[in-house]
Structures are given as C-alpha cells and as structure tokens.
C-alpha cells in the first residue's frame, strides 16, 4: 500500500499559478525528480487555474496529477472564497491581505504530506516566494521549517525515520527571476493563471494584485505576457 | 470577517464517536468554554459518524457545528477511506495500523486552525488518548506541541502575537476514565459511534479494532455500552 520513500521523489504543490508552475519545472527538469503533482478545488473564484494545473502537469510530463477537493468556503474569511470583493489596482500593504485564506498553506501543505506517505516521496516543492511572505504567513521560511517537523513527527514515514522536506527553491526570488528561471528551463507561461477574478471566460481581470505582479515581473525583462489581458 | 481572538472560544475536533464526545463535554461543561465543533466528510466508510457528530453537538448545546469536506480517498493509503479489510477481532500490535489515515490529524488540526481564525478562538480541542498514541504518529504529544507552533507561525492570529493551542485533554487517560468523565458530565454515549466498519443500517459490527477499546472501556467498569450490537 505505502511505497518505500525515495530520494527522487517530490509532491509539488501545483496551483497552475506561475510561481507553482515555476517550482515544477524547477524540480522536475533541473533536479531530475519524479514529480507528483496536487492541486486543490477548494472553492476559489479563480476556478480556472485547476484546468492550468493540470496543463502545465502535462506538459512537463507529469505521471499523476491529482486535484483534492478540500472546502474552505466552510472555514470562511476570504476574498478568495466568499462573496468580499477582491480589491483592484493596488498592491497589499505590509498588512495580511484580504486576499489570504486562513491556515491555507498548511492545510495544502498535510494534504501534500499524506500524499508523499502514500505514493513514497520524501520532499513537498512549494512556489512560495518573497512577493508573498511580506504578507501571507503560512509563506514564511519559520512556517515552512516549522512544517517540515511537524510533518515528520505526524506522519508513519516521518516517524519511523524518514524525515520529510519541504523545499521551497523561489524562496528568494522576486517576481522576474522566476520568470527568468522558468524561461530558461522552457515553460509555457501561456499555460499558468494567476488572476485572482477571472473573467467567466477565464480572461485575466489585469487589475489585482496577483495579475499586477505578474505584469510587473514581465516587464521588468521586458518581455510580454503571453496571456490576453483586456484592454 | 475576523472575530478578536478570545480565550473563552474553542474549536473542538467532534468525529462523532466517544473520545472526541467526551472532549466536548469536558470543553463545554467543565471549562465552560464556548464551542465551535467540527466534523469532516472524508469519504470514511462509517459515514454514521458524521450524524452522530452532529447529534453529540446538538446535545451539548453547540451553537456552531460544521461539516468540511476534504478528499482523503484521493490520497488513499488507509483501510477507512479505501477498499482494504478493516482488521476485526483483534488490536493493533506497536506498528501503525491499516487504520491509520495518512496525516489525518495533521488535515483535520489544519482546518480546525483556519476555522478557528475566523470565528476567532484560541483553542483547538482534540480526543487523541494513550490508546490511540501507541498506534497513530498524528496522535502523541510530540506531534501536536510541534503543530501548535507550527499553526502559530502560520497564521495570521498566531503570527500577530495570539499563539494558537492544542488541548489534548484525554491525553493521559485509557478507554474507562475516559468514560468514566464522560458519565460524570452527563455525556450520553448513546449518540456516540465508534465503529471503522458498520452494518449498513449503521449497527456497530462489535469486532473492529475501535469497538474493541470501546466495549472492553465500559465492561471494566461494568457498565453497559449503550449502543446495541450484534448477537
């Protein structure tokens, strides 16, 4: 039932996002690892980035992509979930934004840990970033770390001697030096999605914080977005 | 959207069957604390459990009880969400069972953590008992004083200067004491259900590894298990 852990092995964290996206390639294409790739339908407004995951998981020749439908609507508190508005044209200041999801990382991050037990990895890749961990918590390298032993003493593989890792490798990287990274290993950034508000056609809004972001780490390369914005 | 963090809310882990039962009761009743139960719909096959969850809610006077889904048979792995036999007759020996669902507590104390942001608690309760520790990584105290750090760092409440606890209060105690607090708090048991593997018409089969503890805990005190079961 329980494959024996393997060094080669990863669960990755695969929003369709272009950090998570990124992070794939990363640990499938430069690392060489087995990838197994989990994206979670946890009620998002933002629904079409489960049809990016499971593209980007194709086209970097991932074997099992598997989508975990957790309901964090239940939970509450998020513009990402509930009926608030997600704001528009303007970046989160130092503060949490209304943006994150309580608790999210750690709930993806346990689902991911009892998906590396079973399918017998030994590492969980995660897209967090320094963009992000100015405002979201559970992005930070003392959660992460934290995590990382917790998951070990939670688990049976863990427990019995096999510590679980998880590898962060855009930690330190801004918004173009992912994109750099992810273009230099050949990834299709016409795949991934980013919007928190999509249009019902799945367009990008072009206006919140994460379209912005991403706008921004593109030009900064002077490069264009290969994803239609409106005008 | 946020509740300020008191000190007098908790989140309580209710699966519906007699330890996290007996939790409540001692949370709501003997602390006096005002609880917020939480079942999940994990595609267990004792399914029972979750109305039984919401009847032990009821009965103790919960104003907040909230059913979440997560998939945990996309991850397999375990007897209780797959199709593996539920050993009968006999108990686990010092190696994690079949029972064992990867990571479980790790899943549910995430959610619980989320949750507990919102509606703006302090405490996660939980049933873990030394009857379950012996077998279930997820369940020593090891593990949960290393999640509660690791939930403070990563949330916002937490991560704001409110440390999130984990209250185990059953920790110490085996199958009867547990029982025998239950009963002293005018718990009724008869709401309660145990079983891994239950008939269809939710009769407890008397034979798994939890209706074992169960029956042995009320015939060292020679009481009588409310619940009926099979000649």
Aim: negative net charge; aromatic residues 6%.
């Amino acid at each position: 039932m329980y494959n024996q852990t393997s060094s080669n092995k990863a669960v990755v964290l695969l929003s369709g996002g272009l950090d998570s996206a990124t992070a794939l390639a990363w640990a499938s294409k430069e690392q060489g690892w087995q990838c197994h790739t989990v994206a979670f339908d946890y009620g998002q407004r933002h629904r079409i980035e489960l049809e990016a995951s499971a593209n980007v998981a194709r086209s970097l020749g991932v074997q099992d992509h598997r989508i975990i439908t957790v309901d964090l609507a239940a939970i509450g508190g998020s513009a990402l979930t509930e009926d608030i508005d997600v704001p528009k044209d303007q970046h989160h200041d130092a503060t949490i934004p209304i943006t994150y999801v309580p608790a999210r990382n750690m709930i993806f991050l346990s689902l991911a840990a009892g998906l590396a037990e079973t399918v017998g990895a030994s590492k969980i890749i995660i897209g967090a970033n320094i963009v992000d961990y100015s405002g979201y918590p559970d992005c930070r390298p003392a959660f992460l770390n934290s995590f990382a032993k917790t998951a070990t003493l939670g688990t049976k593989t863990g427990s019995e001697g096999s510590p679980l890792e998880i590898v962060a490798p855009l930690l330190k990287l801004d918004k173009s030096e992912i994109i750099t990274l992810g273009l230099k290993l050949g990834l299709d950034y016409g795949l991934t999605r980013s919007c928190y508000d999509p249009h019902p056609d799945g367009m990008p809004c072009g206006h919140c914080d994460s379209c912005l972001f991403r706008q921004e780490g593109f030009a900064k390369l002077s490069k264009t977005d290969p994803l239609p914005y409106p005008e």
